[in-house]
């Protein structure tokens, strides 16, 4: 299998050892300025249970996935598309000029087969990541780490660890979805590339070519009238019922690798490791253990949080948690992610030296439950929001179900959303209330929110850029400050309910569109 991911280690252990690369130090008196970095979209074949598929790939001159930045160092990535098709790479979670953001908007299109774009801004440090945000690429592994190193990260000098997870189907996208949604996939293709460019032409071409023009329900509800084919829910009992996992994977991948063969990292007996996971999924969630270990989680989409210590750590799609971990002598530590409602599972192992790895079977012994804000809850900000009076609050009602599949903002669907309009200097804050039987994990573009209040209950919560709604009527208060002008996407990170609907707009007052 391929794998590219690298894992820098405490500089001790490296001259002990040489296990693998340092954290990158910049020379003393050294400035953070530097030649771009190459980041190159392409292709390549992965081998998974021992069979070949052919997805996409983002790396740098070095061969490795995604790019790590120095302390100081700008983002000056020079991205050169060598996929063989148009693409689009957003910087999930960092808060560039929107016209550097990644997102397919009029002003900012896709970047076609063998052109280059340049971008370069001010980083903020964290653990991030980085997808395509043209069509359903990123269900084709169109994705990458996007590691953000901080003064402070060189003083602890602790082993990092990236563990990055997804989902894994050998059928294209196109088919998934249009088994959701009861059409073609000529039709899904077809509906995706016409509205990649959210060309008001292109949706009215389309809307009238499809006939849904009269239904009120824009383009996500015209293409999820079909027949949903939900793959799995579960029974919360009184009645009811939860939706899990719409799409049965042909597998779930850990640093691109399956737990038939899975990635050994190699780390310090007794020492101390810093995992930095990342939910790079399009359509699932897991529970992540630590081989038996109490874990510290110290950040949250890159932000850092007072300690928190855990067994067990839910992630949902599109977020990060950074967990420190006391490496015991003399035994190899799997770090499995197990799927929500499931026992399926995938993970990595980390090896001190010496130790025999052990076989590890990719079923847990026990169904893992839904994915909830019990974490959500415990999680304080380091550094939370000047607390001031919001300038405006605004409810956004989240909506859909899976027959038919389509899934909505306000009862909007894109690509014909009501835009939210701010203004330059407010602090806003957004009710968001759950009332379909499905979890959302809610992100915005362009800003860090931090968590006001879970189901009602005031905290002050963790800032973050990706959350989680709880389903049937679970609600969540994000607060943040319109401080980066520009149009700005706000969605469901499940990209294929962001494909039926669930996606809108929030709008600069001034910017010209």
Known sequence: MENNHDHP????????????SAIPLLPQGASAASAAKLLVAGSRTLEVNGLPARVFRLTGSDGK???????????????????????????????????QDGFPWMETPP???????????????????????????????????????????????????????????????????ADLTGQTPYAVHRMSRAVENFSTNAVHKLNSDTDQTDTGMGMGMGMGMGMGMGMGSMNMGGGSAMDLND??????????????DPEIVAVASAGRVRLRIINGSSSSQFWVGFGGLIGTVIAADGHDVHPVRAAYVPIAIAQRLDVL???????????????????????IVLAPPGVPIPRFTDVAPRVAPPVDNSLEMRLTARQP???????????????????PYAWSL?????????PLMLTNGQRVEIELINHSMMAHPMHLHGHAFQVVAINGTPVTGAVRDTVLVSPMMGSIRIAFDADNPGRWAFHCHNLYHMMTGMMTEFRYHGVTV
């Open 325 to 347: 971990i006391e490496i015991p002598p003399g035994k190899p530590i799997p770090v499995f992610a197990t799927l929500e409602g499931s026992r399926r599972r995938t993970g």
């Open 65 to 99: 996935s995604g790019i790590t930045l120095a302390p100081g160092e700008r983002f000056r990535v020079e991205l050169s598309n060598q996929a063989g098709t148009s693409t689009i790479i957003h910087w999930h979670g960092q808060l560039p000029p929107w016209k």
């Open 111 to 177: 970047i076609v087969p063998g052109a280059t774009k340049s971008y370069d801004y001010a980083p903020i440090p964290g653990t991030f990541w980085m997808h395509s945000h043209q069509g359903l690429q990123e269900q084709s592994l169109m994705t990458a780490p996007l590691i953000v190193h901080s003064a402070a990260d060189q003083r602890a000098d602790d082993q990092e660890v990236v563990m990055m997870l997804h989902d894994f189907s050998f059928r294209t996208p196109d088919e998934l979805l």
């Open 247 to 260: 799409i049965e994977y042909d597998a779930f991948l850990a640093n691109d690798r399956t737990l038939s």
């Open 385 to 403: 929001l000047v607390p001031r009076p919001p300038d405006m609050v605004q409810r956004i009602v989240l909506s859909g179900r899976m027959k």
């Open 410 to 418: 306000n009862g909007a669907y894109w690509p014909k959303p009501v």
């Open 9 to 20: 280690t405490r500089r001790s252990f490296i001259a002990a050892a040489a296990a693998s």
